[in-house]
């Protein structure tokens, strides 16, 4: 039998490539004369910069940049050729937050514009960036003001880039703004489409994902407006409608109006660089995964981009997910053949999360075992 196990991370346990090789063990444990390829996988968001970075053969450097709370950590970025790959979430994600600071209205998207200049310095001429997992919601000023793009109220005080402030904002200075950005080509993977602000924008959304209070909620969403009209003017232009602004917080908004950069499917994008499809032709079963499969997981996240991409041939696939919450007439439909839970009692998070990798191996070990029993039937 040959498997595909291309899996993505199973966050707060494990990312793609060590589930990739809990997944490949069991089955090997279970069926000697398996043959097993593995493709781990990412959408944009964490896991995005080791996805890739094996694909493409990147280099990845260390560079000290500001966390989401302006202290300083190692953040990691990837070259190869003349291109450069940033995870945001290396530098602004939730994940880099105890669940005690998370608040949006103190964020910043500083260090991603850290790394960017990184990435000028090393002349590069295109920057693949991924955006998920953002713990921000600064419409990616913090970006901008590293780059050297001031904010400055009303009285013409600049600004500390954050949420909070830019309800604030009423003029932008440029003139200190590092203006080789605008030679870079900027490729985004991610696939939010929600405009910046309103009921579906980044703050109603996504900020209560990462600490806002329905207060903070309010306050944010006018600052995103404020914002957009204030760049409006600026620009001449009005983008904060478009497809994708509300991503991560705004941050997507920055670089399409500032940066010029081009949208496309971080999952589409993933397979389409690693030949996932020549892969998906070559197995008899995938096996793909993630943390939790539900309703969210449908609309354009790593596991139902394989699947469909299986669909396509008439593959088996089979996803392993930590936690369920979506029907199984809306799942297969999609090309899942099946889905299993890793949770083998009713037990705390806290032990599910220590305890994901013995669980992911022993589910993986009864499906194939199922499988191996089947075929002989």
Not at 47 to 68: Q, Y
Not at 325 to 354: H, N, Q, W
Request: aromatic content about 8%.
């Amino acid at each position: 039998m040959k498997y595909l196990v291309a899996p993505d991370k199973y966050k707060g346990s494990f990312d793609a490539s060590v589930a990739s090789e809990i997944i490949k063990e069991a089955i090997i444990e279970v069926d000697k004369s398996a043959e097993v390829f593995q493709l781990p996988l990412a959408d944009g968001g964490e896991g995005t910069l080791t996805a890739l970075s094996k694909i493409f053969g990147a280099k990845i450097e260390e560079v000290e940049v500001n966390d989401p709370l302006f202290r300083k950590i190692k953040s990691r970025i990837g070259f190869f050729e003349d291109k450069a790959i940033i995870e945001m979430a290396e530098c602004s994600g939730l994940l880099l937050l105890k669940d005690e600071e998370r608040n949006p209205l103190y964020t910043t998207t500083y260090g991603v514009g850290e790394l960017i200049k990184y990435a000028i310095s090393k002349k590069v001429k295109e920057i693949i960036i991924g955006i998920g997992g953002s713990a921000t919601n600064d419409a990616g000023v913090g970006m901008l003001n590293s780059l050297g793009m001031k904010f400055l109220d009303e009285n013409g005080n600049e600004l500390k880039p954050i949420g909070q402030n830019l309800v604030k904002i009423k003029k932008i200075d440029d003139s200190e703004f590092l203006k080789d950005v605008l030679k870079i080509k900027f490729t985004v993977l991610c696939d939010v489409t929600n405009p910046l602000y309103g009921e579906n924008g980044a703050a109603y959304v996504f900020a209560p994902q990462k600490g806002a209070d329905e207060n903070a909620v309010k306050l944010l969403d006018m600052g995103l407006r404020n914002f957009a009209n204030v760049a409006k003017e600026y620009l001449g232009k009005d983008l904060s409608l478009s497809s994708g602004a509300g991503a991560a917080g705004g941050l997507g908004f920055a670089l399409l109006a500032f940066l010029n950069a081009q949208y496309v499917s971080g999952i589409d994008y993933i397979l389409s660089a690693s030949n996932a499809e020549e892969h998906v032709k070559w197995a008899d079963i995938i096996i793909t995964g993630e943390g939790r499969f539900d309703r969210q997981s449908l609309s354009g996240k790593s596991t139902i981009g394989i699947a469909r991409l299986g669909a396509k041939f008439g593959k088996m696939v089979i996803v392993i997910s930590g936690s369920i919450d979506c029907p199984f007439e809306e799942y297969s439909k999609e090309g899942i053949t099946s889905i299993f839970s890793i949770v083998d009692m009713a037990s705390s998070l806290d032990r599910c999360l220590k305890e994901a990798p013995r669980l992911l191996k022993e589910t993986t070990k009864s499906i194939v075992n199922l499988i191996l029993r089947a075929k002989k039937l």
